[in-house]
């Protein structure tokens, strides 16, 4: 007991609170994908997407912010984009519809050109996986705007699989494995949730995809 | 008993205009934006698709009806002894609404015993069609003025109109969605499912091809409508799609096993224009009996 008293007090404070923001990201990334309405949906995953920087933010705090840079900058990424796509779908007219898919196109491309340079600055080995990476993530950018509510669904999930692959949590890439337990538990939070969401689904009563108004 | 005059964008046929004793104001339509033809009068919907269908990249315009020409409709009837009920398409898609009540104050000291009940449908096609036709049944019936103008508001209330394109660049021409969107749904063979709700049209969906967008509307339609059966009118308008909105009429009466009389229309020029070959409307609304105090 007074072991585990010693390593608390010796942790940074900085790290707690990245622990504490990696709790909240995953209730928010829970949640999220239990939400059919989009609009409900981008606002609450935004606001995951916000801690999950955040909480990168704050590991950089405690252990250098050279190792989370792009971290960083990749979590900003999600918080701004899921954001910008609750204001394009909670405002659902022609003109945001314009705007939000043109912003999706500017999306796709930044992600098809740091993808790219990622894959090109990998060893040779292992290019393909960093290649799936991009592929899924970029996957999940459209199965994000898309309508209904599937796609978002099956794209995140491929996508969580292979950062569960590729980034922090198992690095596969290089033979590091180094078990970040926090990373582990965000995106198997998404993979968890949507299969919950598939169990619900599973039961509730049938509804079509859209619903018209009673006369 | 009054006279029952509406603008076309209520999609009568001539012969549908006769058999229900409607008159109908015409809309003009372009196609070099210089002569403008009256809708019905001056071309007919099948010249007029025929053209859309076969000369591609060509895109008409449409333009409302003047004052004038409801002044020369109205007159007659007002001569006549006749009151009017008058129904325009939504003023929110068309000037016809604001043509029509300058012609209703210029009429109105020449005829102050008569009554034109000037009607906003705040709808346009298949609602405005669904709409006229629950007008003619109570002058038919024997309603009053008034009360049959509370009920056609009552309707328009409850009335609900869905459809769906197959061609974006129309859509896109008429403002109704921006290019890139035109651009990539066409790619994608995107359909859009549009409703028209307070004269307003907006986005309910998108999917992925005609046939997915009308199995669509098809569940989602059965289920708005399974509880209400007895007491619906329900109409399916098309261009140029007659076996799709057959399809669907048939599948929509099964499932809800019921018999719907006429319930397949043609959309009109006007809208037309802004919607291209290919498109299907479908609206639904309360019998007027159900409205009757």
């Known amino acids: 007991m007074n072991n585990l008293i010693y390593t608390i007090g010796s942790l940074d404070n900085w790290f707690l609170f990245a622990q504490i923001a990696g709790v909240i990201t995953i209730t928010f990334e829970f949640w999220s994908y239990q ?9 609450i995953t935004g606001i995951g997407s916000f801690f999950w920087m955040i909480m990168f933010f704050a590991i950089g705090m405690a252990t250098g912010m050279a190792t989370q840079a792009s971290l960083i900058v990749a ?12 204001g394009i779908f909670k405002k659902n007219t022609a003109e945001s519809k314009e705007k939000g898919l043109i912003f999706l196109l500017v999306m796709i491309a930044v992600a098809l050109i740091a993808g790219s340079l990622t894959v090109v600055n990998a060893p040779a080995e292992v290019r393909w996986l ?16 898309l309508p209904g509510v599937h796609y978002v669904r099956i794209t995140v999930v491929f996508y969580a699989v292979v950062v569960l692959l590729t980034q922090t ?21 998404k993979i968890i949730s949507v299969i919950v969401f598939y169990i619900r689904y599973a039961r509730e009563e049938k509804k079509p995809q859209i619903q018209l108004a009673k006369p | 008993m009054f006279q029952v005059i509406s603008d076309s964008g209520c999609d009568f046929t001539k012969e549908e205009a006769g058999e229900h004793n409607v008159h109908v104001v015409p809309f003009y339509v372009s196609f070099d934006h210089e002569n403008y033809l009256k809708e019905g009068v001056d071309i007919t919907r099948d010249d007029y698709f025929d053209r859309l269908t076969n000369e591609k990249g060509l895109f008409p315009k449409t333009s409302q009806p003047s004052p004038q020409d409801y002044i020369d409709a109205y007159t007659p009837y007002l001569k006549d002894g006749k009151d009017i009920i008058s129904v325009t398409i939504s003023s929110e898609l068309s000037g016809s609404h604001a043509s029509a009540v ?4 210029t009429l109105k000291e020449e005829y102050p015993d008569r009554t034109i009940v000037l ?34 508001r009552e309707i328009l209330k409850a009335i609900r109109v869905y459809f769906t394109v197959e061609n974006l660049e129309y859509l896109k021409r008429g403002g109704r969605i921006g290019p890139t969107t035109a651009l990539i749904g066409g790619i994608l063979g995107l359909c859009p499912i549009l409703q028209l709700s307070d004269g307003t049209l907006s986005q ?41 909105a057959a399809n669907f009429f048939d599948n929509v009466e099964k499932a809800l096993n019921m018999k719907i009389a006429n319930p397949i229309s043609g959309i009109g020029l006007t809208i037309g224009a802004h919607t291209g070959p290919g498109a299907l409307a479908f609206a639904y609304c309360k019998k007027y009996d159900t409205f009757l105090s």
Not at chain 1, 130 to 145: K, N, P, R
Not at chain 2, 214 to 235: G, Q, R, S, T
């Open chain 2, 102 to 105: 300058i012609a209703v104050d």
């Open chain 1, 35 to 43: 939400i059919k309405d989009k609009v409900r949906y981008f606002l």
């Open chain 2, 204 to 244: 309910l969906d998108n999917v992925r091809g005609k046939k997915n967008a009308l199995k669509l509307i098809e569940e989602a339609m059965v289920y708005a409508l399974k509880d209400e059966v007895e007491n619906i009118n329900f109409v399916i308008s098309h261009i140029r799609s007659e076996k799709d």
């Open chain 1, 130 to 145: 960093h290649a799936l990476g991009m592929i899924t993530s970029i996957s999940f950018v459209i199965g994000q705007y």
């Open chain 1, 169 to 189: 949590p198992l690095n596969i890439l290089y033979g590091d494995f180094r078990w970040n337990i926090m990373g582990m538990m965000i995106e198997s939070s």
């Open chain 1, 75 to 86: 979590s900003s990424y999600s918080t701004i984009r899921n954001l910008v796509f609750h």
């Open chain 2, 119 to 152: 009607i906003d449908s705040r709808n346009a096609s298949v609602g405005q069609y669904l709409t006229l036709k629950e007008i003619t049944k109570m002058r038919d019936a024997g309603l009053s003025l008034s009360e049959t103008e509370r009920i056609a």
